[in-house]
């Protein structure tokens, strides 16, 4: 069940968290109550599960997703501005004056 909350938001103390950092990686809290660490922590892309964490703390398991998501999103960003570089750079190469 995703929270209603904002993406990017992670409410502590809430039912079930969802933090969004990029477009398409995405996490959850979801609870377990019958587990030894209850709570785990799930990034997941495309609908495919990349990571699955277990916790013994709901605060412990937001602030996983926090924390990786934004390094997901920087890596994300990095890629993006490299790219843009190199289109850049090569749009005069091949040229003959």
């Known amino acids: 069940m995703a929270s209603p909350q904002a993406p990017g938001s992670v409410k502590v103390g809430g039912e079930l968290g969802t933090v969004e950092a990029m477009a398409s990686a995405r996490g959850e809290v979801v609870e377990i109550p019958t587990e030894d660490l209850p709570f785990k922590a799930v990034i997941s ?34 890629r993006d501005l490299s790219a843009k570089h190199s289109a850049q750079s090569g749009a005069g190469e091949g040229r003959l004056d």
């Open 45 to 78: 892309s495309d609908g495919k599960i990349l990571r699955e964490t277990y916790f013994a703390t709901r605060r412990s398991a937001e602030a996983f997703l926090a924390m990786r998501l934004e390094e997901l999103a920087k890596a994300e960003r990095a």
